[in-house]
């Protein structure tokens, strides 16, 4: 199919790759190594085809391009982990603005749920971000999706302890009345708030 009589433009399908799991990096880079055995002057041309981008100003897209742009456009995509997430929801819940100055606000009540599943790496960023988070008190629940049945150190790291951690068995459970019901319980438990279903 490579021969010069016959060109061929090549597209290669990743799905939820704006989720950025290490499964989808996997992927990437083993797209990566096949355009890199690819004769870079030749006129093959590729695309990679995605559900949503994963950078800003589209470094990747579906744009048809040559091998060597598409490869160098792959060797740019950065995933951010759950470590930026969890600063991000620092920096969300942490101040407020006062005039043109962002102060702390000790009076609101600042809650997290962080929702995982075994595709999330606890990467070491991840946890000095959880502890950032603790040392601003947000109080962090940790709703873990999939087969974990018990706390692990790292889940213990980015929750406020054992009591924080709820455990779904599948997505198809997020349905269920009785789930959401036991969510809501353990959020309510320590949380001052105004919903109808806390008790």
């Known amino acids: 199919m490579c021969a010069s009589r016959r060109p061929t433009d090549v597209a290669f399908v990743v799905e939820h790759l704006g989720l950025g799991s290490p499964k989808t990096q996997r992927l990437l880079d083993f797209i990566q190594s096949m355009l890199s055995e690819m ?3 030749s006129d093959i041309k590729a695309a990679i085809l995605t559900s949503k981008d994963p950078i800003p100003r589209k470094a990747l897209s579906s744009k048809v391009d040559t091998i060597q742009h598409l490869e160098q456009r792959l060797g740019k995509v950065v995933f951010p982990d759950l470590g930026t997430l969890l ?3 620092r920096k969300t819940l942490g101040h407020r603005v006062r005039g043109e100055e962002e102060v702390e606000d000790e009076e ?10 075994d595709s999330v790496e606890m990467t070491s960023h991840a946890l000095e971000e959880a502890r950032a988070n ?9 709703v873990v999706v999939g087969n974990l049945t018990k706390p692990t150190a790292p889940l213990l790291h980015v929750a406020n302890g054992s009591d924080h951690v709820i455990y779904v068995d599948s997505y198809d459970d997020l349905e269920s009345q009785s789930v959401l019901s036991q969510v809501l319980t353990t959020l309510c438990r320590g949380w001052s708030c105004a919903l109808t279903r806390c008790t």
Request: charged fraction near 40%; glycine fraction near 0%.
């Open 108 to 117: 609101v009540q600042k809650v997290v749920v962080v929702f995982v599943d």
């Open 134 to 142: 603790k040392r601003h008190k947000l109080d962090t629940y940790v």
């Open 87 to 89: 600063k991000r929801a």
């Open 39 to 41: 004769d870079p002057d």
